[in-house]
């Protein structure tokens, strides 16, 4: 498929076309520098699967899942509705099963060294703690690594996390998601016009581009290096933006407010809006305003409410924002120094 027809898809990465076989002569290229000279690569060569329709389409993969939850099964069905075929998964519990058996019909389940061994493209789609001792685990008992591409979709890792599998001739590539994943059914088409974080070796990065914007996503590279900063700025806006509005939630309903929710809605999606289009400009408030009398107020009213930790929580954030409004010239000298004093702790 075109990339031009995806959304949001970038249609100058090279060798991508939208597809994977768009990438194979990188793959191919990349057997002595990633996997070592270890004969033919099987998923360009062997694995790969050709159109029935004999209309000269390009390969297909055979995918395999190992871990089946919300992430996993998804981004299986997301490459099966680009054309690849999903033929083995493995899950754990009750949920990751019920959730494979819905979104990838028909797929046998298996243990995950067979799933490896009847897939040219593996999903390794567990939690990110348990991520090292899969890979570990998968390189030492013998799984069937060599020529397949490996791909997890961690946001803290890139592809050192695969170094055991790497070394037994895998192809690793690292593909996150930058979205929330709820186990519902709509997000399978919520993958679509979602940005990838993609770290892999140079050769191999048209071949998890093309994945990619085969899923409807558009690929975004991340250096190794920047793995961590890169998935602690994504878990600060989305992680802690729950926090924050659950906690502001609860204090409406201390003060009798019956739907706060539905009162934060249309002030929160606005804010949203305002933050992305328009950057700190957007910044409006008391803080922004240098209304230290009235942030001293919140504090008080916040500790008398809530925990002391979300009153901490409040400080920080209120400091974190002054700062920013002082750096953009929103705040003048003399309103600044009085609400820093407030944050700092400063008698009032």
Not at 163 to 186: K, Q, S, W, Y
Not at 204 to 226: C, K, Q, S
């Given at each position: 498929m075109d990339s031009a027809q995806r959304p949001g898809a970038n249609g100058d990465i090279p060798g991508a076309h939208g597809d994977i076989a768009g990438a194979r002569d990188e793959i191919a290229g990349a057997r002595d520098e990633i996997a070592g000279p270890h004969g033919e690569i099987a998923v360009t060569q062997a694995g790969a699967e050709r159109s029935s329709a004999g209309d000269g389409r390009p390969a297909r993969l055979k995918v395999g899942v190992v871990g089946t939850g919300r992430v996993g099964s998804v981004l299986g069905a997301a490459l099966a509705r680009a054309g690849h075929r999903v033929v083995a998964a493995s899950g754990v519990s009750g949920a990751s099963r019920d959730r494979a058996s819905r979104l990838l019909p028909g797929v046998l389940a298996r243990?995950?060294?067979?799933?490896?061994?009847?897939?040219?493209?593996?999903?390794?789609?567990?939690?990110?703690?348990?991520?090292?001792?899969?890979?570990?685990?998968?390189?030492?008992?013998?799984?069937?690594?060599?020529?397949?591409?490996?791909?997890?979709?961690?946001?803290?890792?890139?592809?050192?996390?695969?170094?055991?599998?790497?070394?037994?001739?895998?192809?690793?590539?690292?593909?996150?998601?930058?979205?929330?994943?709820?186990?519902?059914?709509?997000?399978?088409?919520?993958?679509?016009?979602?940005?990838?974080?993609?770290?892999?070796?140079?050769?191999?990065?048209?071949?998890?581009?093309?994945?990619?914007?085969?899923?409807?996503?558009?690929?975004?590279?991340?250096?190794?290096?920047?793995?961590?900063?890169?998935?602690?700025?994504?878990?600060?806006?989305?992680?802690?933006?729950?926090?924050?509005?659950?906690?502001?939630?609860?204090?409406?309903?201390?003060?009798?407010?019956?739907?706060?929710?539905?009162?934060?809605?249309?002030?929160?999606?606005?804010?949203?809006?305002?933050?992305?289009?328009?950057?700190?400009?957007?910044?409006?408030?008391?803080?922004?305003?240098?209304d230290a009398d009235t942030v001293a107020g919140h504090i008080d009213a916040i500790g008398r409410a809530s925990t002391p930790a979300a009153a901490a929580a409040y400080i920080a954030m209120a400091r974190l924002t002054a700062d920013r409004a002082i750096a953009a010239g929103m705040l003048k000298p003399q309103d600044a120094e009085r609400l820093l004093d407030v944050l700092g702790g400063a008698p009032r």
């Open positions: 243990e995950p060294a067979d799933v490896v061994a009847a897939a040219d493209l593996v999903l390794l789609t567990v939690p990110d703690d348990a991520l090292p001792g899969l890979v570990g685990g998968l390189a030492q008992t013998g799984a069937p690594l060599h020529g397949r591409l490996l791909a997890h979709a961690s946001g803290r890792y890139g592809t050192a996390v695969l170094d055991p599998a790497t070394r037994r001739g895998a192809l690793p590539m690292a593909l996150h998601p930058v979205m929330t994943f709820t186990g519902r059914p709509e997000d399978l088409d919520r993958v679509s016009g979602v940005c990838f974080g993609v770290t892999a070796p140079e050769p191999l990065r048209p071949v998890a581009e093309a994945l990619v914007i085969e899923m409807g996503g558009e690929p975004v590279t991340i250096a190794e290096a920047d793995r961590d900063l890169y998935h602690a700025a994504l878990a600060s806006a989305a992680n802690h933006l729950v926090t924050l509005i659950a906690e502001a939630a609860d204090l409406l309903r201390g003060v009798g407010v019956p739907n706060p929710e539905r009162m934060l809605g249309p002030l929160v999606s606005a804010a949203l809006d305002n933050a992305l289009r328009l950057g700190v400009a957007g910044l409006t408030g008391p803080v922004a305003r240098g």
